[in-house]
């Protein structure tokens, strides 16, 4: 099991509406083929050079591709847990509901809960439960898609495991990383994550209804995450109150391949 | 950050090249991982050793090849080797440095038998 965060090797499970497929074989790739020659009896250094994550971003790649084919914008929301991200992206999905083809993947460790959170509002959800995995990968993506109908010409919502630190090296294939801080959180999130800040496009400050009975210093925040990123895009938004949602929204409409 | 499964993913790099270029033990393996990648080494080594079990590399010794971060200045131009990838420019004071160096993670090479 990882020291940092836990994450380990069980297997994953996608629910979809359809039966579980059996997990497929591992896809394997190939590096630097050359004729199988035994060296005799000596040792010998084999030169690599091989990305490690090679194989990720190899099928993000694939992901990417589809996506890109089928005209759908693909968002991948990252954040700690707790941030309020499902609460957010079910009042998303009913802004969104009725103008464009819609659909959720949802990731956690365990449970159905956020994907039956999602089905309410009527948009199709993929559950991906990573058993001890600490975050989506683009393999889980690219197994979970058959799973549901192809929201072509529309949008898809990946929310990511809840975890700021290793979401921010697995590319799945999206469009872009939304990344959501909420001010019940520190300040200084964006300085003590800053890959997951670094390689997001937005930031969305959710639960800003609650500013007036807390301490959080808004601007600062804003400057720690610019810090970090200075092409960031901020948006202060409340899924409880709706504030904020419009500017969302829009920003939405305006990332869609023909705009709005 | 994910340490078990990049490790899980230098197995499956060394598992296939062993099967491309015919060696059945690997020795040492080399990984370069840059100081601003993410990756704790120390959380790599750990997870190193137990991925490896059961593969051509177990019981290989992990070598790390440390590479530290460098990050240029998009207003003044200046590179010069970093700590974070938020610090400021040591010449002009901008935040926003580009990484030119020091994110790599890969397995560069393996001796084998």
Known sequence: MCLTCGCGSDEVLIRGRKPLNKPKAPVSFKLHRVEAKVAEDTQRIVKLEQDILHKNDSHAKANRELFVQQGILTLNLVSSPGSGKTTLLVRTLQALHGRYPLAVIEGDQQTEQDADRIRATGVPAVQINTGKGCHLDAQMVERALPEMPSPDGGMLFIENVGNLVCPAGFDL???????????????DKPLKYPDMFRAADLMLLNKCDLLPYLSFDVELAESYARRVNPNIRIIRISAVSGDGMDEWVSWLEEQRPNGS | MHEMSLAQNVREIIEQAALDQGFSQVKT???????????????????????????????AQLEIID???????????????????????????????????????????LEVE
């Not at chain 2, 131009?77 to 790599?104: P, R, T």
Request: hydrophobic share 35%; aromatic share 6%; proline share 2%.
């Open chain 1, 173 to 187: 294939g999206e469009f872009a990383k939304v990344v959501v801080l909420s001010v019940t959180e520190g300040e």
């Open chain 2, 29 to 59: 393996v080399w990984l370069e991982i840059g100081r601003l990648s993410c990756v704790e080494q120390e959380a790599m080594r750990f997870c190193f050793s137990s991925a490896m079990q059961g593969s051509v590399a177990e019981n």
């Open chain 2, 67 to 109: 590479t530290p971060g460098r990050g240029r200045c998009p207003k003044c131009g200046h590179e010069a080797e970093i700590e974070n990838v938020y610090d400021a420019c040591s010449q002009c004071g901008s935040y926003g440095l580009q990484l030119v160096a020091g994110d790599a993670m890969r397995v560069k090479e």
